[in-house]
Nanobody, 123 residues
Framework: VQLQASGGGLVQAGGSLRLSCSAS????????MGWFRQVPGKEREFVAA????????YYSDSVKGRFAISRDTLKNTMYLQMNSLKPEDTAVYYC?????????????????WGPGTLVTVSS
């Protein structure tokens, strides 16, 4: 499956952005999907994930209550609605697809990654 993330940009603290991840090449519903982010010099960290069916959703503690992940099977697209953004949310955000049914918080569970989209939150 090929993935392409979009929707990044520059936003002031307290603002909102919505990231999209479009998938092509294989049946979208076969994959659990996740968002990760990375800043220079740090490990890529888990942000949010959603199961194949969309019934199970997971968030890192740092974004819980502010971000919302969703998926639209008809559009083969996953979303990350980011609200109440903070400067520490600044990072390159990556979407990824997993063939597994669990363990979505671990980046090792993902086989397919898209190029990232940069989110910059100014203070």
């Amino acid at each position: 499956v090929q993935l392409q993330a979009s929707g990044g940009g520059l936003v002031q603290a307290g603002g909102s952005l919505r990231l999209s991840c479009s998938a092509s090449g294989r049946t979208f519903s076969r994959y659990g999907m996740g968002w990760f982010r990375q800043v220079p010099g740090k490990e890529r960290e888990f942000v949010a994930a959603i199961s194949r069916s969309g019934e199970s959703i997971y968030y890192s503690d740092s974004v819980k209550g502010r971000f919302a992940i969703s998926r639209d099977t008809l559009k083969n697209t996953m979303y990350l609605q980011m609200n109440s953004l903070k400067p520490e949310d600044t990072a390159v955000y990556y979407c990824a697809a997993s063939i597994y049914y669990s363990g979505y918080e671990a980046k090792e569970r993902y086989e397919f990654w898209g190029p990232g989209t940069l989110v910059t939150v100014s203070s």
